[in-house]
Structure formats: structure tokens, C-alpha cells
């Protein structure tokens, strides 16, 4: 075993205890109210509350460690679901934080310095964030009405600024999921009748699909007979 394989190794270790107690804490204050002060919800409503947010985020449980794991890497991925807002601030830290040093994402540099730029970005958005609820309560009354809409376009902007960056280095790639995630979207909205959770599953394994395609196309005949030697081994 390498030195990088058994670190991946503590990490996914270290990363699923953590992960479990972390899920584990999320009920603490529900079962404080339910069996410390006797107050709960009916239980029908309960399972009724969890088929609605299982409906609505399913796709997302599925289709964002898929997408997100070869930016974040192994311990980038564990901090990011335990700390939350992945599309939002951690995805965006690690590809900068990568960036900033030079390194390639999915190699075992790429793998720590994902790791770090994650890691302070929880630390950044604890205070920011605490800074903003404290202060926003006065502040946002105070903000002119189209700065307060303008808010609603953060996510989609941080994610295009991601896009333009990975896309550096594999524009004919880039360009050609994004063509085909346009053209799914409007073949599904127009002439196909599907839950959006098929388009947003379905763009993501093409866009891995085709991520595959053109690796296999640009390899060069010693990498094929590399890779072949390996695969026997």
C-alpha cells in the first residue's frame, strides 16, 4: 500500500465516523422537544415531511457526489457534506484553492490542497455568515429592491464562474456538454414529459460518458498499453 492509499484510507475512516455522528446530532434537538418537553408532531405528518423532502433532493443525493468528487477529492468530499453548501462555497473554494497553487485536481496534491482551501472556507463562511445574520436583519431593509432580487442570480453566476474555469483546458468538452445539457432541457420541457430529476441524473453520467470519450480518444498508444498492463496486473 502506498503512503497516498493509506492516507485515503484514515481519511475515509476518520470521514465516515464523522459523517455518522454528525447525522446523528442532527436529531438531538427534535428528540430533546419530543422526549424532553413532549412536543412532536404527528407521525404521519413526520413520514409525509420526509417523502416530500425525499422527492425533492433524491437527485441531489445522488447526482452531486458524482459531480463534485473529482474537484473535491476523497477528504474535500467528507468536510463538504458534513459542513454543507457544496455548490455554493465549497465546490468554488477547492477549485480556486487548486488553482492558486498549481496543482491538478484528482492527483494526490490536488487531493490536500482541496482539502485545505475546503477546510477554510468553513471557517470563512462560520464567520461571514454569523457576521451577516447578526447585521442582515438591520441591513437588508436598507438595500434598494433590484439588489435584493440580484441575489437570486448568486448561485447560477458562481457555478458559470466554475464552469469557465475547468473549461480553460477542455473547451471542446465543455462546449459539448453544455450543448447537450441545453438540448435535453428543452426536448424534455417541449416534447417529453419527465420529472426534472431525470434531466439533472441524466446530463451528469452523458457528461461523464462523455469526460470518458474523449480521454480514451486523446490517449496516446503507450498510455493505452500502460493502462492495459495495469488493468492484467
Known sequence: ????????????RIGTITLLLGIAANFIPA????FGLGVHPPVDDV????AIIASTYV???ITQPITFFPLLGTT???VTWLSGSGAEIRTPASNMAQKAAGVEQGTPEGNVVSTIGVATSVFVSFAV????VVAGQYLMPLLPAFVKQSFAFLLPAVFAAVVVNLAKGNLDLCATIVVFATATMYVL?????MPSWFATLFIVIMGIVFGYIKYRMTQTPEEKADGLVAEAE
Open 1 to 12: 500500500m502506498t503512503p497516498n492509499e493509506a492516507f485515503i484510507k484514515q481519511c475515509v
Open 31 to 34: 428528540l430533546y422537544l419530543w
Open 47 to 50: 413520514f409525509k415531511i420526509l
Open 59 to 61: 437527485t441531489s443525493w
Open 76 to 78: 474535500g468530499s467528507y
Open 129 to 132: 455568515v454569523t457576521t451577516f
Open 189 to 193: 420541457k417541449h416534447y417529453v414529459k
